[in-house]
């Protein structure tokens, strides 16, 4: 139904910069929230970012001042912007969109969550 691509990840130097990309794509009615979590070798999944569909934004305390979220709504896409990487930043990137599918004869469907693949950042010292 719902699908959601990632790209941008790869390998940069500490100090670097790299811009995340996720598309949603499918049998959207509506999407709310859209966001960036990270999960690092060994440890838990931990959410980077989120943006409301009005744009408020919300970042981890270890994120804020370097990375910068944004959608484009017309597109169904969110972005995140990671500056002064450090290697600590290491980790699997995932896109996260809670969105509404579409029903016949105008009725929207439950809300999910729905993720993308994936892509992997790695910072080198």
């Known amino acids: 139904q719902v699908q959601l691509v990632e790209s941008g990840g790869g390998l940069v130097q500490a100090g670097g910069s790299l811009r995340l990309s996720c598309a949603a794509s499918g049998n959207i009615f509506s999407i709310n929230v859209m966001g960036w979590y990270r999960q690092a070798l060994g440890k838990q999944r931990e959410l980077v970012a989120t943006?409301?569909?009005?744009?408020?934004?919300n970042y981890a305390d270890s994120v804020k001042g370097r990375f910068t979220i944004s959608r484009d709504n017309a597109k169904n896409s969110v972005y995140l912007q990671m500056n002064s990487l450090k290697p600590e930043d290491t980790a699997a990137y995932y896109c996260?969109?809670?969105?509404?599918?579409?029903?016949?004869?105008?009725?929207?469907?439950?809300?999910?969550?729905?993720w993308g693949q994936g892509t992997q950042v790695t910072v080198s010292s």
């Open positions: 996260n969109a809670n969105i509404r599918t579409r029903r016949t004869g105008s009725l929207s469907g439950t809300a999910n969550d729905y």
């Open positions: 943006i409301a569909s009005g744009g408020r934004t």
